[in-house]
């Protein structure tokens, strides 16, 4: 608990971390005896809200110890002979909107990039896309949120042509008779989304994880497949293979609701099982099993999240589960569904309104002439002044590298932290004319800029998150901004004013933002236009798509049909990425990293580690390995272990544990510096959806003693 001089009051908010979006109430109580005038402290708890029930996790209920900490940055910094010095937000922004100017009167508006956040407000979210596009007029804005789910999406738009996390509601978990997790560890990632899946196999479900380690999640399992990290895409068609093998496909559906499936079985048909099976590492009969259990459920859930995404095959990955699903009709009924599971708080609403470098408000292409046309009505511009297609997050840390990016506003992210090959990216980003972040803390990013801003937290930011559902859902500001933090979206307007561009960005406030944002959804894939302030502050959350406010929003997607021309699904080929895509192992590198997340940490850490609470139960980051490869290596529990790839190089401490595969290490993301695991992960990226291969990453490990 976090000691405030304030008398309380009870505030209520939601949840910034995880995709679920939990609502708290924060009561303050006395710090020690209650004497009056003394200090308060809060102490929060879950209150009820449609996705969580009143529940949350250690993090959401320790989170208002970064709001609170003394290490918030309350004023604008800007360097001056090398060092950060504090600064009037006047000085701030001007130095900003100088060095613009002068890059857009030289007609170069694309040397500016935007690099966004999956935990911004749709609000800011919304604000920032069109921001970098008709602000400044650059086509290079992407986000952090690129990392999160972007395999998941592409997938889910080739396979459904829709991309929403869940295409079922959280409701529809109980009703599930056989679920397949893959990759994902809901336990830690996303406590609250637990007693959905108990309840389900109190229900009696037949609970599959499928993850190299033996995770939480995969404790509760009734049947673990611990596969070989970066076989996921072969696992899924060996699944479907043994499913079209019994016989368990769902005729009926396959004809009348998709098209593609000839061409999938016959790939499907010409693996070798047993191969197929031992390059995976997985028992052909627990696979043959899983088939089984997943295919012949009256209902069946299917779920992917980082662990199949982050691959240079995710892509693939996705689609090969999404056959799975489609082939055997477990998808448009309750109990059934596929859910890619979102990792941040907006994950999902952070792309769906103009973050992405394809993409326009509303999941509109930004290269489709009526799409165009449509957000520049709304912005009252001409559709050929909007920019065209920017690049990916990575790839535009590449050309920061090259030159072609001379300055960088980065909103609610720390990519030095986050991109894979991080040292490449802190070489990049030091290349930079000008780097501007606008954050709550003097990050390992805000640390290399010329100039910060300091921004609001949760407990003070009024906005609207869409959770992994697709449920918008109003998070009221319970507290002003310390010191001089502004909203997010208020330094874009500053900033706006700035570059003569203020007719543009006169919205006052979130809601007003919100309610220009419907009109740039309207019409849509994910249309807003039918919810608005009220309603969410009446029904507590709304579904999209919600055309009017007539109407409902659509929990359950795809009951009577996809979203693709003729309302078909579509299967995918298999195509070489089903073979693998993992980094070569040999003997200098012989065991493959994997990431992920713990229990008390969120992201990069970055606010996670100024909770003292959250800090105290993870201090550092750990390389987690098998005994028996700890032993060959000579390694013992709780020792400092070097991690090297071809990229490079971090440090961690090392854990013993049995649960992970003897070839497979696996380190956490929340640590900057000597600790970042991001050191090591490699560049390479899908090819379809620019998702970095950070689950595969060859490595060799040895003890640090002395070093
Ligand atoms: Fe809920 Fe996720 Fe926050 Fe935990 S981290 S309280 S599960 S929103």
């Excluded at 002979?81 to 909107?97: F, K, M, S």
């Excluded at 986000?143 to 459904?160: E, K, P, T």
């Excluded at 489709?368 to 920017?390: E, M, N, Y």
């Excluded at 780097?435 to 910060?452: C, S, W």
């Amino acid at each position: 608990m976090t000691t405030i001089p304030l008398a309380g009051r009870e505030l209520d908010s939601q949840c910034p971390y995880c995709s679920v979006q939990c609502k708290l109430r924060l009561t303050p109580e006395p710090a020690s005896g209650g004497e009056p005038g003394e200090p308060f402290r809060y102490r929060a708890q879950g209150a009820p809200n449609a996705a969580s029930q009143g529940r949350a996790c250690v993090k959401g209920l320790n989170a208002h110890q970064h709001a609170f900490s003394s290490e918030r940055l309350l004023q604008p910094l800007i360097r001056r002979e090398g060092r950060l010095e504090p600064c009037g937000w006047d000085e701030a922004l001007d130095a900003v909107a100088e060095l613009w100017r002068s890059r857009i009167a030289a007609g170069d508006p694309d040397s500016i990039g935007f690099y966004g956040g999956g935990s911004l407000t749709n609000e800011s979210a919304y604000w920032l896309g069109k921001f970098a596009r008709i602000g400044v007029g650059t086509r290079h804005i992407d986000y952090n949120g690129r990392f999160c789910m972007s395999a998941a999406a592409s997938a889910g738009v080739r396979a459904f042509g829709l991309d929403r996390g869940l295409t079922f509601r959280l409701s529809d978990i109980p009703e599930a008779k056989c679920i397949l997790l893959a990759g994902t560890n809901v336990a830690e990632c996303q406590p609250t989304l637990m007693p959905y899946f108990n309840e389900a196999k109190e229900n009696g479900a037949y609970l599959i994880v499928v993850d190299p380690r033996r995770t939480k999640t995969a404790e509760a399992a009734d049947l673990h497949l611990q596969l070989r990290p970066g076989t996921d895409a072969l696992l899924a068609v060996l699944l479907l293979r043994l499913v079209l093998d019994e016989g368990l496909e769902d005729r009926a559906f396959i004809e009348a609701r998709t098209e593609g499936f000839d061409e999938a079985r016959r790939q499907a048909e010409a693996l070798d099982p047993a191969e197929a099976a031992a390059r995976c590492g997985v028992p052909l009969e627990d696979a043959r099993s899983a088939a089984r259990a997943y295919a012949s459920a009256e209902t069946a859930i299917l779920c992917t999240a980082r662990g199949v995404e982050q691959q240079t095959d995710g892509h693939e990955a996705v689609r090969q589960l999404l056959n799975l699903v489609l082939a055997t009709g477990q998808i448009g009924r309750p109990g059934c569904g596929y859910g890619a599971i979102t990792g941040q708080g907006n994950g999902q609403g952070g792309r769906e309104h103009g973050q992405k470098a394809d993409q326009l408000p509303g999941y509109r292409s930004i290269e489709d002439p009526a799409d165009r046309a449509h957000a520049a009505a709304v912005w009252g511009v001409p559709p050929d002044s909007i920019p065209g297609k920017g690049v990916s997050a990575f790839d535009m840390m590449r050309l920061v590298h090259e030159g072609r990016i001379r300055a960088l506003l980065v909103m609610g992210s720390n990519p030095v932290v986050s991109n894979p090959h991080a040292g490449f990216v802190e070489e990049a980003l030091g290349r930079l004319d000008q780097l501007v972040v606008a954050d709550l803390f003097l990050t390992e990013t805000a640390r290399m800029a010329h100039v910060v801003l300091p921004v609001a937290s949760y407990l003070e930011n009024e906005g609207t998150l869409t959770n992994l559902e697709g449920r918008v859902l109003l998070r009221e500001a319970s507290m002003p901004p310390p010191g001089e933090a502004w909203a997010d979206w208020a330094v874009l307007n500053a900033l706006a004013e700035r570059l003569d561009r203020q007719e543009r960005f006169r919205c006052g406030s979130a809601e007003a933002i919100f309610e220009e944002l419907r009109r740039a959804s309207r019409g849509g894939a994910a249309d807003y236009a039918g919810i608005s302030y009220e309603r969410l502050r009446k029904e507590g959350g709304v579904y999209w798509p919600c055309p009017s406010e007539e109407e409902d929003g659509q929990g359950l997607l795809f009951a009577d049909g996809f979203a693709r021309p003729g309302g078909r699904a579509q299967f995918a080929a298999r195509t070489e990425a089903g073979t693998g895509a993992v980094d070569e192992t040999d003997g200098g590198y012989p065991l493959l990293l994997t990431n992920g997340r713990v229990l008390a940490h969120y992201l990069t850490g970055a606010q996670t580690r100024r909770s003292p609470a959250l800090a105290s139960r993870e201090l550092e980051s750990f390389l987690e390995l098998h005994p028996r490869t700890a032993a060959a290596l000579g390694i013992e529990e709780g020792e400092w272990v070097s991690v090297v790839s071809r990229q490079g190089e971090f440090a961690a401490r090392g854990r013993l544990n049995a649960g992970i595969r003897e070839d497979t290490v696996f380190a956490p993301m929340h640590w900057g510096g000597r600790q970042n695991v991001n050191r090591a992960t490699r560049p390479e990226l899908d090819p379809v959806c620019r998702m970095p291969g950070f689950k595969t990453t060859a490595v060799r490990v040895r003890p640090l003693r002395g070093g």
